[in-house]
């Protein structure tokens, strides 16, 4: 079946601007995270999502940092006034058991 | 707070090789342990777990061991393959359902 999957591949932007980086779980899954793999931090949790309950969001490094999903599939992960520190690969994964998590290819944002 | 600590890399080898990439943890309670492999080009894929004091998990001829005495995951394979050339990360689950990654090692098997 499909896997996860995450648009765009590439995001190249201009410091200031915002930006939206998208997944789609695979189809049944009720967890979906966001990780952010960058090289000198790693890969670090962001923000965890569970059927209808309250997102996790203890990992959001700054309050421009946002996510939502809709209809418990789809999720949208904003950055506003993006910053240079802020290029790193973004990582969506998405479970149906909490233990083995699915993840999508990732998104490549560059900030000029 | 949980942490993964583990070998930095890269690690280079010689096919047929064996290999040890260790990896330790810190955490409260008793976590779910995990190594997950990054091949070129590719997303993260889960190579194996453990999920409870003793566990060995294995998968392609890799395994690691649940050793709670020494809060360890190391992670074996007797003999490496050119393919093997990945990047490994050792990662822990301890209830917060997000996983806590270690740094990650480049292996690097040379024919």
């Known amino acids: 079946g499909a896997g996860v999957s995450q648009s765009p591949s590439n995001k190249v932007t201009e410091k200031g601007k915002d930006v939206e980086l998208r997944c789609d779980p695979i189809?049944?899954?009720?967890?979906l995270y966001w990780y952010r793999q960058s090289l000198g931090q790693g890969l670090e949790f962001l923000i965890y999502?569970?059927?209808?309950?309250?997102?996790?969001k203890s990992g959001l490094p700054s309050d421009r940092f946002s996510a939502e999903r809709t209809g418990g599939s789809v999720s949208t992960l904003t950055i506003q006034r993006t910053q240079q520190e802020d290029s790193a690969v973004y990582l969506c994964?998405?479970?149906?058991?909490?233990?083995?998590?699915?993840f999508g290819p990732g998104t490549r944002l560059t900030v000029l | 707070g949980d942490s993964v600590t583990q070998m930095e890399g890269p690690v280079t080898l010689s096919e047929e090789a064996f290999l040890t990439i260790n990896c330790t943890y810190t955490?409260?309670?008793?976590?779910?342990l995990f190594w997950y492999v990054q091949y070129p080009g590719e997303g993260l894929q889960l190579l194996l777990k453990a999920t409870k004091a003793d566990d060995k998990g294995s998968n392609k001829g890799f395994e690691a061991t649940y050793r709670k005495e020494t809060t360890s995951f190391h992670l074996e394979k007797g003999s490496v393959q050119v393919s093997d050339s990945a990047v490994y990360f050792c990662a822990l689950e301890s209830g917060r359902r997000a996983l806590t990654f270690g740094s990650g090692t480049r292996l690097q098997v040379q024919p």
């Open positions: 994964a998405s479970s149906l058991s909490f233990d083995e998590q699915f």
């Open positions: 999502f569970q059927g209808n309950s309250a997102p996790d």
């Open positions: 955490a409260t309670g008793y976590p779910s």
């Open positions: 189809s049944g899954h009720t967890a």
